[in-house]
């Protein structure tokens, strides 16, 4: 039979297996001896002849199915294997291809999926459309790029080292998987300087809401100091599993909502996950999803590098997030397991590599890439130095005092004398009455920190009007991107990822706001956090069974406990205006991890009395009252809300002449992080008791496992706060109660 451009190409049916010949001046898609019993799907993708991948889909009805139609635009080619000529930088995402085989094949694992499916997408992306500088790994106005399915960390690592980013020689990406090696089985944001991974990446569907966290980041400075100093894309590699996650499906629809045209995502369509087809999970058109959230769609050929480059042109242009419809092949290159669920992390020997370099033409050794293809890539990461000197000198021509406040900023410095309004409160605070809640306090603290911190930004899950962090400032919206507040609805997955984005991007402050008792729809995020050292503040109110009749399902009795078990996470439970105070001062100092500042719904009466200019909570815990009566015999340790109880019931020991001190411990963390010397004098000698309204997991490092504690060691229930108290017994009487328990013991 033939071609449209008259080469002779044919076909032989040996049983059930099919063989194309093909012949001309060159060979494309060479596959001798597809099993098409496995998955006859592969007759398409590894031939180059669309009559014949025609006849074989008719040969073979049975094997052979669609598992959707995809939309083709005018002009494009039918499936993406069916080109006829080869494109010009088709050997710079071989090159991509071929590093991603040749590291997952020494290392003995990986996922081979990605790299192998999206290397076109991403030659596309990275040569001609890209902002960015490889020798200066952190320009602030680079474009971001979010690798979300990580899992695929070959992609990334090749396009590093291809590109010339100093931390990714090909040394480095010879030991890829290997301990110690940048190139780690998933991408890990460095916590010290920039080196190209813009955010650690692995569970799914945090990358994209991280991306999006990226473009709410941008649109606001944009906002603030001009599109001469910011004024730059984020675009997301994303699989699959991104968009089956409900984070991910969070973000679709709040994204479109505020219709953030600089964030653009490239979809590995192969309609493969893990476990096969994702005909197994899912049967909704996908594309249509994101068209009615508000999102600019266009859906193309996966592997026609024109195609992509032609959408990204049009991404580029839309005043709507757009979403990049990529249909590829899972694995291409990899005849055994292209197109199939093996694609996606299979075992790769030797002998796949040498057959993919057999199949696609790739006449070069295991990592070796030839002079004019690393030139070529090498060009391209050069490509944006005049965009990057005419950025520096817009940014040295600025007036001397907006320049220092932008780089002030960009660096994630505080301004100068930052902490003299939080000083002021906290003498304010012991002459005027409390606030009539914990989370209130917050949200007078944030109102007075608003004119000093512009680059704060506020997330929250439609709760504005109980945890009140909004007041002075207006909304981030589709038509107004100076607002600081962001309206996330009820989606605290992804506030807490968007707030991650916020960070990693850099330039704002990000906060999250909600009842402790969601935090659990946070989590992922939080650890992520944690895991990047990223300073989001976390803040929390609803702290306990304190909150009443709302029950036990708002009752986060167990997830203070988890929150202290996060590695790298500071948690505070202020007892007071003035802890509520210092915990902020330490909170805004903090820099390498983030934050849970976690508050109570009821009124918090003063438990600090006299003004001190230091901050005691910045050691985590202190002594609050030593005894009257002499040498300890009794040490009553509480947090938050708590620490009331403790004072009242101290007052009841000492009246019994019991020496007793008071110690409040409102972040275990930084306690824990002081000197033995220090840790000892505040917890002292003889008996000690814990007071919380939370499970006791946790105390006993403080306790011993023969101390006292005063807590809960259940769910809660419905009822005023003051009879949940009692009817949990956790009340003056009952901490003096076990404190004569444990010295008569």
Request: aromatic residues 6%; glycine residues 10%.
């Amino acid at each position: 039979m033939w071609n449209g451009y008259g080469k002779r190409r044919g076909i032989e049916l040996k049983g059930l297996r099919l063989q194309c010949v093909c012949g001309g001046s060159r060979q494309m898609g060479y596959a001798p001896k597809l099993n098409v019993v496995h998955e006859s799907l592969n007759i398409l993708r590894l031939c180059s002849c669309i009559k014949i991948a025609k006849i074989a889909a008719n040969a073979f009805p049975s094997i052979y199915q669609h598992r959707r139609q995809a939309q083709v635009p005018a002009g494009a080619c039918a499936h993406p294997m069916t080109a006829h000529t080869p494109h010009p930088q088709q050997d710079l995402a071989h090159a991509i291809r071929f590093l991603s085989i040749d590291a997952i094949v020494k290392a003995q694992e990986g996922h081979q999926g990605v790299p192998l499916g999206m290397a076109e997408i991403a030659t596309a992306l990275y040569t001609r459309h890209l902002k960015f500088n490889p020798q200066d790994a952190g320009w602030f106005d680079r474009d971001r790029v979010v690798l979300s399915n990580g899992h695929g960390s070959m992609l990334l690592y090749s396009l590093l080292h291809l590109t010339g980013y100093p931390a990714f020689p090909i040394e480095e990406v010879q030991r890829f998987r290997v301990l110690g090696s940048v190139c780690e089985g998933h991408p890990e944001r460095p916590h010290d300087q920039p080196n190209g991974i813009e955010v650690t990446t692995g569970p799914l569907g945090q990358g994209i809401a991280n991306a999006f966290g990226m473009a709410v980041a941008e649109a606001y400075l944009n906002a603030r100091f001009g599109k001469d100093l910011v004024n730059h894309f984020t675009y997301a590699f994303v699989g699959d599993g991104c968009l089956q996650e409900g984070v991910g499906q969070e973000m679709i629809s709040l994204a479109g909502h505020l219709q953030l045209g600089k964030l653009v995502l490239l979809w590995d369509d192969n309609q493969i996950t893990d476990d096969g087809s994702t005909d197994l999970s899912i049967s909704e058109n996908v594309a249509e999803r994101f068209r009615v959230a508000g999102w600019h769609v266009i859906e193309m050929d996966g592997h026609d590098i024109e195609a992509v480059s032609a959408a990204l042109d049009a991404a580029r242009q839309d005043p709507r997030p757009s979403m990049l419809a990529c249909r590829t092949v899972i694995a291409k290159g990899i005849a055994r397991l292209q197109g199939q669920r093996g694609g996606h992390s299979g075992r790769l020997f030797e002998e796949d590599a040498q057959a993919a370099r057999d199949m696609l033409g790739w006449a070069h050794g295991p990592f070796e890439v030839p002079a004019d293809v690393q030139q070529a890539w090498r060009a391209a990461g050069q490509r944006s130095q005049s965009d990057y000197a005419a950025w520096q000198a817009r940014v040295a021509a600025l007036p001397a005092p907006d320049r220092a406040e932008f780089e002030r900023v960009m660096k994630g410095e505080l301004p100068a004398n930052w902490q003299q309004v939080l000083l002021d409160y906290k003498q304010q605070a012991l002459q005027a009455p409390p606030a009539p809640s914990g989370i209130f306090v917050s949200a007078e603290i944030n109102d007075l920190l608003t004119p000093l911190l512009p680059e704060r930004m506020v997330g929250c899950a439609d709760l504005e009007a109980p945890t009140s962090h909004k007041r002075g400032l207006t909304a981030f919206t589709a038509d107004d991107r100076g607002g600081s507040y962001v309206h996330c609805g009820v989606r605290e997955h992804v506030m807490g990822s968007m707030a991650n984005g916020m960070a990693a991007h850099g330039g704002v402050m990000p906060l999250s706001v909600t009842y402790l008792a969601f935090a659990d729809y946070q989590r992922p995020a939080m650890r992520m956090a944690a895991l990047m050292g990223l300073p989001v503040k976390f803040v929390f109110s609803h702290d306990s069974i304190g909150i009443g009749r709302n029950g036990p399902t708002h009752q986060p009795v167990e997830i203070l406990a988890s929150l202290r078990a996060m590695p790298n996470m500071l948690v505070m439970r202020p007892a007071d205006a003035v802890e509520a105070a210092e915990c902020w001062e330490a909170a805004l100092a903090h820099t390498t991890g983030p934050i849970s500042l976690v508050f109570a719904r009821q009124s918090l009466p003063l438990v600090r009395h006299m003004h001190t200019p230091g901050n005691l909570v910045g050691r985590g815990g202190y002594v609050l009252h030593e005894p009257d009566n002499g040498p300890r015999q009794v040490t009553l340790l509480a947090t938050g809300s708590e620490v009331a109880l403790a004072v009242a019931a101290r007052e009841q020991l000492e009246a019994a002449g019991i020496a007793t001190a008071v110690v409040s411990l409102p972040c275990w963390e930084l306690f824990n992080a002081q000197d033995a010397a220090y840790r000892h004098s505040v917890l002292g000698n003889g008996v000690r008791v814990g007071i919380e309204a939370a499970v006791r997991q946790g105390w006993d490092a403080y306790l011993g496992m023969d101390g006292g504690f005063v807590g809960m060691t259940g769910f809660g229930a419905s009822g005023p706060a003051d009879e949940l108290y009692k009817l949990f017994n956790i009340t003056p009487e009952a901490v003096v109660a076990e404190a004569r328990r444990l010295l008569a013991a």
